[in-house]
């Protein structure tokens, strides 16, 4: 049995080069055949009709006599054909689970019936499995798969399968070169398999120019003298890739007969990283808008990234009354070190200035300047978490945008001007703002299955009027699920609100608008110093548009139908000079057109189906958005 199994081993072809067996009656078989030997006092006649009255196995000990009978075509009560017998001999012992030592023997009952007795000789039992060469995979894992084949006859057929499901084993972890090098059997029944796992020799990065190599080797995870893995190759080409400094990533695998192990090449396409943007658009918070940027994504070939955007808007568009009509100014400046101390940390520090009419606060100016510094860290245990927390100042600046119009509404609803003041309050804060991200998406840009969550906690220290710092806290979770083919359903609840403190108004919670509930102007249902929402959006590719093109930019496109609804909590001064409802419910239809490195660009109609105290919006509202709605 041993000579059987290396043979095996070197050809792999074991039973399509073995010849059949050669049965012959009445003369001396050749030496390994099996045969089929008639009593000499009961020879039959070639033409005569026989019948096969019963069967009979001798031989077999651990193959039990049904599951020959099994292999054979006859049965008790056919006609005895010298011819089929022969086949079927051939058939048992192609199960592999008996030697070459297999005789058919007629003993004639009568002048019609015969008894036929199938003599056997199995091969010796499997009584153990040793397993040599495992590092990456655990022995239990492989003679989980090796001990159904444990105390039944060596068979060289069960034994490639099994080896085959071992492989398996190995490719399903990502370790696709993994091999089983060698079997080997002792007299005692052990058989002994060699493993080969796909030793990495060596590393080499190949077609970089600009970048600097150790920034490439630092975002590959492979290295020389371990166990080569294709999960981690792959890892390492998004990582690479991520990088947004190469348009191309591959690999290359080599192996080097000289040691058995194996040389890993990856291969990169540098792209221009520079970029100078100038854009147009339209968005509901800051209406028509022209916008200039710079970026550098391969910063000194360091993989660092810089960016510089200013961006001009007319305001916010179709705004209620509540909301200066002002020029929505912009500009903010961004530079990020991916790997800060090692591969799953980044540093990001950022500047920016803001200048526009106050969504929260209404007929108000609201000026922000401020700067944070944020570290973000990818938690390697667990993939689809990630870490960030923020350390950052900001000044806010509330300043009077229509006194007259203001002083109306107070004047309106009895309400002493004093309040303003407090509805004006800003203040220089310190802000510490940690968040924890779990991400499972299938895609960044255009999702159809996951989870995306997210909760932070926002702590202001007001350093110039410390009664009005406060904390808040928010949650979001977004669940993504695939229907049909193209198509996916959305279900988003969302939820915030001040833990401590004087929430000032400008920090506070609003609901209305292109993100958060549509069919709105921006926080017509509410302000408040908490809120809840939850919305439903069901997305649909453009009917038969993947019958019209090919191209990938359109057939991402997809027509949304929604439903929003929410409330907020302890609201403001403003719900009630404007007659805000404090909840809603709308429902409409909607388009979204997916932009690589931006996002989905959203236009939705929405139609208020709740309460909304007199807000003649009752047919509807056009909303316009960027990136994902919540």
Known sequence: MRSILKFFLISALFFTQCAPLVLAIEEAPLSGEAEIVEETSALIEDDSTIYIKEIEIFGNNLIDAETIKEMVSFREGYIYDKKIVAEDLNRIYRSGY????????????????????????????????????????????????????????????????????????????GYILARVTN????????????????????????????????????NILLQPGTVYNENTTRADIMRLMGTQAFSDVRRDIELNPDTGKYIVKIMVDEQRTGRLSLGVGIDSSSGFFGSVGFGENNFRGMGQKINANFMAGTGVLMSDSSILRRKNLQAEISFLEPYFKNENTSLGVRGYMRNFGSWQVPLA??????????????????????????????????????????????????????????????????????????????????????????????????????????????????KFVPVGKRSSFVATAKAGGKINGNMPEFAAYSLGGPYSIRGFNISEV???????????????????????TTNTFINNIRVATFLDAGKTFDSFLTDTLYGRPGYAIATGI?????????????????????????????????????????
């Open 98 to 173: 008996f030697t070459q030592k297999i005789r058919a023997l007629p003993m004639k009952i009568d002048d019609k019936n015969i008894k036929l007795r199938i003599i056997v000789e199995e091969n010796p039992p499997i009584t153990d499995f040793n397993i040599i060469g495992n590092d990456t995979v655990n022995t239990g894992e492989l003679l989980d798969i090796l001990r159904q084949l444990e105390g039944k006859p060596q068979n060289i057929e069960t034994l490639n399968e099994a080896i085959e499901q071992v492989q398996e084993l190995y490719g399903a972890k």
């Open 183 to 218: 079997v080997y059997d002792d007299p005692d029944g052990v058989v002994t398999l060699t493993v080969s796992e796909g030793v990495i020799e060596d590393v080499r990065v190949e077609g970089i120019t600009k970048t600097k190599d150790f920034v490439v080797k630092r």
């Open 365 to 478: 100016i609201e000026e922000r300047f401020g700067g944070e510094v944020t570290l973000a860290h990818r938690f390697r245990a667990y993939k689809a978490l990630s870490g960030a927390i923020s350390f950052g100042v900001e000044n806010v600046n509330m300043k009077e945008g229509d006194e007259p119009r203001i002083k109306e509404l107070y004047t309106a609803y009895n309400i002493p001007w004093s309040k303003r003041e407090d509805q004006l309050a800003g203040g220089f804060f310190f802000k510490l703002t940690p968040n924890l991200t779990y991400d499972t998406r299938d895609s960044a840009i255009n999702p159809r299955r996951g989870v995306l969550a997210n909760v932070s906690m926002e702590q202001a220290l007001n350093i110039t009027e410390f009664s009005n710092s406060f904390g808040k806290l928010n949650g979001t979770i977004k």
């Open 526 to 548: 509410g302000t408040g110093t908490g809120f809840m929402m939850g919305s439903a959006e069901l997305r649909l590719p453009l009917p038969f548009i993947d019958r019209l």
């Open 590 to 630: 909607g388009l979204r057109v997916f932009i690589p490195g931006i996002g989905p660009i959203n236009l939705d109609y929405g139609v208020p189906i709740s309460n909304t105290k007199g807000i003649s919006r009752s047919k509807g509202f056009f909303t316009f958005g960027m990136g994902e709605m919540f």
